[in-house]
């Protein structure tokens, strides 16, 4: 008789792959894939205000930060 644990479809790391700091990385390595577009889109709509402006700045700020965190996200 195999028990629930032991069933060759369950593995033993789940719960470790679903800890905060890989849900993290998780996110902020697609963020780092998409925000290149949202980047992209603000160029092309323009930067002529203040606000287009820093919300340009503020997207790619959270772009570097979300490479960064995102990383080694394929590596572990």
């Not at 790391?13 to 697609?30: C, D, E, H, K, Q």
């Not at 700020?61 to 572990?76: K, Q």
């Amino acid at each position: 008789m195999v028990s629930g644990s032991d069933s060759p479809g369950v593995r033993k790391t789940a719960y470790r792959r679903l800890s905060p700091s890989r849900v993290l990385m998780w996110v902020a390595f697609w963020l780092a894939i998409v925000l290149p577009f949202v980047l992209v889109f603000i160029i092309v709509v323009g930067i002529g205000s203040t606000t287009s402006f820093l919300v340009f700045c503020g997207t790619l700020s959270v772009n570097v930060v979300a490479l960064l965190l995102g990383h080694g996200h394929g590596l572990r």
